[in-house]
């Protein structure tokens, strides 16, 4: 297997969050016109999602082709933004994108709640080489990353349901990034407690 290959930091930070920020500003552009397409009238959230979606394949397909690689949370992300951003579209009904943040964080959540269930750390799995942990350091990281990502979802569900498509909008572009962002940052006594000390002997 070829091992990833590093590209420029501001390049991979535009692939990874460039289609999101996209998004919110042709959001604010757009958010208030009607558009008229096969006789068939759409708002501008469902123009602009219909203009996200192909966009974040396209960053998300140059990343692999620039890296040779892409994480399981990316893959999962892309399938389910083709998948409700599709269905959005396609009936004309903002809720399915709306509702793909809930599904995406009760995913992420559920597999690691399996993995816990069996005795294992997922997150151990995929991040390792990224945070050296003793085994009970993952443990205990991914059952507060499993309620963290529960929390996300929840919180997500009442936002698009009972506020209005602005605050959504700012809510996912902003405050999932941060809350995820506080999250690590709030771990730094696990991180020192459990990390892996190397041996220089």
């Known amino acids: 297997m070829s091992e990833p290959k590093e590209i420029n930091p501001m390049l991979r930070a535009a692939l990874e969050y460039g289609p999101v920020l996209a998004f919110l500003v042709a959001y604010l552009w757009l958010k208030d016109n009607t558009y008229t397409f096969g006789g068939t009238e759409y708002d501008g959230f469902i123009v602009v999602t219909a203009m996200f979606v192909p966009l974040l394949v396209l960053s998300t397909g140059a990343l692999w082709a620039l890296t040779g690689k892409l994480s399981r949370m990316q893959v999962a992300t892309v399938v389910l933004v083709v998948i409700f951003g599709g269905l959005s579209v396609w009936l004309n009904d903002d809720r399915f994108f709306k509702m793909k943040p809930t599904l995406i964080y009760v995913l992420f959540g559920g597999l690691l709640a399996i993995g816990l269930l069996r005795g294992q750390s997922y997150l151990k799995y995929v991040m ?59 771990q730094g006594k696990l991180f020192e407690a459990y990390g892996e000390k190397k041996d220089h002997s």
Do not use: H, Q
């Not at 003793?134 to 205990?140: C, I, K, V």
């Open 128 to 186: 390792e080489e990224m945070m050296p942990l003793r085994d009970e350091g993952w443990m205990l990281l991914t059952k507060r990353l499993m309620f963290f990502f529960f929390g996300l979802a929840l919180a997500n569900e009442l936002i698009w349901r009972f506020f209005s498509t602005d605050t959504w909008v700012y809510f996912k572009t902003f405050g999932l990034t941060a809350a995820i962002f506080v999250f690590f940052m709030a």
